[in-house]
Structures are given as C-alpha cells and as structure tokens.
C-alpha cells in the first residue's frame, strides 16, 4: 500500500529470518537469548559519508564492513556474536544502493552467524550514515579487558599489519598509486576479516585485548594506561605486510605502528600459555606473532635490534584531529 | 594529552560510572548481567537534523528525547531497562552543545536506571546525527509482541493523545501560534515521558502493546496486521489531551487519530484483566482508556458515537513520505 516507506525498505533490504528463539525485525525490539552463566557484551559504532567512507565507496563493501567494524569489537572482548541492529539514514532510495548495502551486510551476518534483528531507515539529505550495534555473549569473567594486562605478560599480534594503510593512503591520492600494491591492499581496508573465533578461543586465555583499528601503537597505549604499565616492542618482530616490501622505511615504519583501520587483534598473556596460543592460532589458520614484553612504568617503546628505542610519534587515528580520513 | 579528541569526548561527557556488574564506557564493548530465565529486547533509532529535529533545538532537549524514544520501545514490550549506547556525530566541538546534550541525556538516563555504557563520537560536517540503542529485559514469553493480539480484546491506550502533534505543528509554523496552547503542549513534545514501568507490569498480562509514535491508527494497524485481525474504535472514547479543546474538528480528529511522536502505549488484553489493568494504572498513576475491540477481518474503523463509521485517512508518520517533519 504505502510504496518506497520505511517499513518498506526495512522489510524489502533488512527483515531476513531471525534464527529460532529470537525476534527479529518487525517489532519495537528485538529479544535475544543470553545463556546462563554469560555476560551480553555490546559496541556502537557509527561511520559518516566524508568522514570514515568515501561517497563513491562500492555500497557492498560498506555494508560489508560497516558490520565488520563492530563485530571486530566483539572480536577484542572474545565474545560470540548474538545478532546486530542497523540504523541507516540515506539521502534518497536508490534501490540498487539498497540492494547492494544489504547484500554486503548480509554476507558477512551470514558468515559470523550474526543475525540482523532490528533496523531503522531515516532520510537524510546530508549523505549517509550507518550506526551498528554488536550484541554477544561471553562467559562472565572471561571477557578481554583492556585493563587487565600483567608487568611479565607477552605481547602478542595476528596478522600482518600495514595494507589497510597503504590502500587508503593511495585511494585519497596521499600516496602515489601503484597498481600492483594498491590490487594486493585493498581487501583488507574493503573486505577486512574479524578475528571472531580466534578472539573466543583467547577469552580466559589471554589476559588484555583490543582490535588495532586506531594503528597498534595507539591502541596498545589504550591497554597500557588502563593496566597501569608500559611495553617493550622489537620492531623486527612486529609482522609487516609484504605489500609494504621496498618502501621508503620511515613510511613503512609508520603504517606498520600507526595505520589505522586494521582489524587484527593485539592481546597480551601469560608466557605460560605460549604453546597454547601457537597450537590455537595453527588450528585457526591466524598468524600470530610475539612482538613485545609488558614492563613496568607507562612507556612504550619500540626497540631496533639492538635494544635501542627507536623514535615514534603518538601515531594512531583520531577522529577529530584527521579530518577527511575515512 | 590530546585535547578535544575523541577518547576526551567520551571521557568528558558520556563516561559516566557503571553499576556494579556492568563494564561501561572504555572498553570495546560494555559488558551486560542478564537474569536467568529472561530474553534481552534490543532497540535502535537514529535521528537526525533537519528530519527529526531543528538545528536550533535545545540540547538538553534533544539528549532527553534521542534517549526517551528509544526507551519507550522497550516500555511497549514490557522490559526493564538495563542499558544504553549512543554514537553521535558532530559537526564541530561545541563544549557548551555537548555538556546540554549530555546532561539532558543522564536526567533520563538516572530516572530510567538506564546508564550508558557505550560510546562512539564522531565527526559530520553535515549536521547532528544521533543514534540510540536500549537494552533491556523481559521474562522469556512475556514480552509484548505487535503478533499478540487476540479477537476479543479490548484496545487500550494510555494518557492523552495529540498534544505532541499540536506543539510540532506550531512549531514548524503549519499552525498559527497560541501561546498559551503552545506552552501546555510543547514539554510533551520534548520531554515526553516513556511508560516503563507500567509497560513492565502490562508484560504477562496485556497480549499485544506498541507505543504510537507514528500515530495511533498507523500504530495500531502494525498490530493488527501482524494478528492479522481487525479493530472496532469509538472515537469518544479515545482520550484527547485538552489543550486540543475548541480546535475545529477535523484538525482535533486528525491529531489525536494520525498525530505523531506521541509516546502513550497502545495494548490488547483480555476483558477477563479490566480490574487488574484499571488498578495497576491506578497504583503507577497513568491514565488508561478502554477504547475499542478487537475483531476478526482486517478493517480498522471508527466509529462515532452513533456506532456509524468516521472517515479517517491512513494517518500516521512515514519517514520518506513526510519529508522534513521532525
């Protein structure tokens, strides 16, 4: 009866079938189960057209990771996906931009068995908007916090770190283009892949986690002032893209510390639990790499192969400062 | 260290301490206690200037409402509140917008007992956008499904209906001001009260509930339609807020059938509850009227006091239809 409202949109794009024992789109709210003994842990997360995406961006890559921002969240805590909610505001209904927001969107939900549960659609003639919320569950008490690293504690990162940075920098034209590099990096700033079950294999094995989406040394200085302690890292450990081979080394340097948008997870835990780690990251088929040492004191270094500090700046994203930067 | 950054934002306005049992703002996800035996209702909207809201609204205003509205979706499902997210953009740090907006968000937030425990702040050079997700919990099967409906029912609504639609239309110069009439209805408009608790004593005893934000007629068709039943309303009994006393007539119809932002909840019962649902709104101070039944088929009429159907439109609020109404 009423063509092209937002009930339409909502039930044509974003009511797919809620999973047995929960509600999904189409009422006031969602209800979702929550196991005995769990605790429900939820992010929020919102990106803006000019700001975290270009306006131009493939609409399936940004439905894609529009949910894959979030759901790295849950990643960093060692939570399970439960299910999602979507609140989108579009300028106009263009149902190609629907159909392909929505395909992207869902791939990935599929994947992460994630379901989306509940949706809003709103005009905005300013561009778009999205803000996802991320619910799972993880066991209580064993949910990874970043305040709860130990002077002692391994230093720990998966992946390799640097492509995303390197793709976005040549997209905005701050470096020049190089086709070869930019075909090999830019599915892991388009596409990137959240560490959901090696993060749950970590929870109450690990002790502090985070994603490294604000650049590794910004992100651990987050673990580190909520620890109360420092680090020692050895820059010859810290796992580099190979897209980045034969850069200029202070550029590379500072995409492989500071470049922001990477999904990987950087955890800190017991020298104890080494071999369990290694044996878990082989079963999953992630990298993982040892990079550094939790000390006393608030410093973070990163050390050459000689010991010796080398410098680095604060590093990292801010949305307020880097304006422009998606 | 880094002032007027994103972490400060977060740290300056939203970090407010957590309960016992909740991990809060500053971590990837806030972590949530779920009871034993209960589902979890998830809600999101998203608002955004210039469509739900003018530019030049009072931002204590406005932190109240985005919260409010949100809450009133888990009160129709009949949930206790247990938490809350907000991601915002903004376009520039304005200190004086952002301590209004916060404060005028906790107000509701420590009447709710619904803390926040998660942010994300961000830039739009375009304009407020704000995006709200509630949690809260329901017992398992208690909650209030638009699904739940039953032929027979009686049709309630709380409180008085059409003052929001009143203030909004002098507002947005669609009616002439009145002074006095926009003075009585403008704080339901703006800080419209979301009927929680009675919502939590409805859950178990009402069958189907909505808030009627988009217009009761429009609300209730939602019911409807996903019962798959029809409804009988007498239009004298529909309670109107008396600041539409002496309106001509088909305004004052079209306000208190089709008028929107109204966050009064609409619910079915049995006509076995009538006492204990006239006591319960008796004991938690909350006008209720018995203002129709449910029917089989699926016509929504109503009806004069002579039992002769009213001509009435679809009415109601659609966000991509009425471009422009906040």
């Given at each position: 009866m009423r063509s092209d409202s937002e009930f339409d949109l909502i039930a044509r794009y974003f009511s797919w079938p809620a999973p047995a024992g929960m509600l999904g789109v189409g009422d006031d709210c969602a209800l979702l189960p929550v196991s005995h003994g769990f605790q429900m842990a939820v992010s929020s997360d919102m990106l803006v057209e000019g700001q975290h995406f270009f306006a131009d961006v493939d609409p399936a890559d940004l439905g894609y990771k529009a949910l894959a921002v979030n759901l790295s969240d849950l990643a960093a805590m060692g939570a399970r996906p439960v299910a999602c909610t979507l609140a989108l505001s579009i300028p106009r209904i263009d149902h190609d931009w629907l159909k392909a927001f929505s395909e992207g969107f869902q791939t990935l939900s599929r994947q992460a068995q994630c379901p989306l549960v509940g949706g809003d659609t709103t005009r905005n003639p300013a561009g778009v908007v999205i803000s996802v919320t991320v619910m799972g569950e993880v066991r209580r008490n064993h949910a990874l916090r970043r305040d709860a690293a130990k002077v002692g504690d391994d230093i720990w990162v998966t992946g390799h770190l640097g492509s995303a940075e390197l793709a976005l920098r040549m997209l905005q034209g701050r470096l020049p283009a190089d086709a070869a590099r930019l075909a090999a990096a830019r599915p892991v700033l388009e596409r990137p892949w959240p560490r959901l079950r090696f993060g749950q294999r970590l929870?109450?094995?690990?002790h502090a986690a985070l994603d490294i989406s604000d650049g590794l040394l910004q992100d651990l200085g987050h673990i580190l002032r909520a620890s109360q302690c420092g680090a020692d890292l050895t820059f010859d450990r810290i796992p580099a893209a190979p897209v980045l081979d034969g850069l200029d080394e202070a550029l590379r340097r500072d995409m492989i510390l500071a470049g922001g948008d990477c999904y990987e997870l950087c955890f800190t835990a017991s020298p104890k639990r080494r071999e369990q780690i290694q044996a878990t990251a082989r079963l999953l088929d992630v990298p993982v790499s040892r990079i550094g040492v939790v000390v006393r004191g608030d410093a973070l270094r990163v050390l050459d192969a000689d010991g010796n500090p080398l410098p680095h700046g604060p590093g990292g994203y801010d949305h307020f400062r880097a304006a422009g930067t998606p």
């Open positions: 929870a109450g094995m690990a």
